[in-house]
T-cell receptor, first 114, second 111 residues
Framework: DGGITQSPKYLFRKEGQNVTLSCEQN?????MYWYRQDPGQGLRLIYY???????QKGDIAEGYSVSREKKESFPLTVTSAQKNPTAFYLC?????????????FGQGTRLTVV | GEDVEQSLFLSVREGDSSVINCTYT??????LYWYKQEPGAGLQLLTY?????DMKQDQRLTVLLNKKDKHLSLRIADTQTGDSAIYFC???????????FGQGTTLQVKP
């Protein structure tokens, strides 16, 4: 089955640590995205990538970093510079360049600072 | 900048119709989407409508788009308890595929 896999489902981070969230897709989509969800708010875009080896900042990129070395993978690192990292993180992919506008989402990673 | 607004909460009785409303500001929106999120889960795409359409129907779901008023609605016929979830409206206006989301509407279905 084609889809998007995020891991882990739950992640705990100590103050001052960097952590990396995994996102893998086998939909052969060119574009991948990371969104952050906080209670009572919609999703906000952190970073996105339209093609391998290229990515752009979204609305709330500060304290985060990404890489796109393979088409299938778009890991997100939450650095110690992110002051309030506790949130639900969602990865998505789509193929806007081929006229397929709909984005498909993974099941999310819940990150908690302890 | 672009903005998408939704009411935060809707409560209906099982078997009734639910109507969830959304307004957006970007007149260049190309696609408008409805996503469903169950507790602790990711977003499930329910349906989408292209900006040159004014209505789309898919089984129990009807999407209405009023481009003049920048208003989008999702009607769920014969609402069931399994429809209880958060519903997000989103718009996309660029070829990057970036989505702008509303805050989400929590739908509560009472038996």
């Amino acid at each position: 089955d084609g889809g998007i896999t995020q891991s882990p489902k739950y992640l705990f981070r100590k103050e001052g640590q960097n952590v990396t969230l995994s996102c893998e897709q086998n939909l052969n989509h060119d574009a991948m995205y990371w969104y952050r969800q906080d209670p009572g708010q919609g999703l906000r875009l952190i970073y996105y990538s339209q093609i391998v080896n290229d990515f752009q900042k979204g609305d709330i990129a500060e304290g985060y970093s990404v890489s796109r070395e393979k088409k299938e993978s778009f890991p997100l690192t939450v650095t110690s510079a992110q002051k309030n990292p506790t949130a639900f993180y969602l990865c998505a992919s789509s193929d806007p360049g081929r006229g397929r506008a709909e984005a498909f989402f993974g099941q999310g990673t819940r990150l908690t600072v302890v | 900048g672009e903005d998408v607004e939704q009411s935060l909460f809707l409560s209906v009785r099982e078997g009734d119709s639910s109507v969830i409303n959304c307004t957006y500001t970007d007149s260049s929106s190309t696609y408008l989407y409805w996503y469903k999120q169950e507790p602790g889960a990711g977003l499930q795409l329910l349906t989408y409508i292209f900006s040159n359409m004014d209505m789309k129907q898919d089984q129990r779901l009807t999407v209405l788009l009023n481009k003049k008023d920048k208003h989008l609605s999702l009607r769920i016929a014969d609402t069931q308890t399994g429809d209880s979830a958060i519903y997000f409206c989103a718009e996309s206006s660029s070829n990057t595929g970036k989505l702008i989301f509303g805050q989400g509407t929590t739908l509560q279905v009472k038996p």
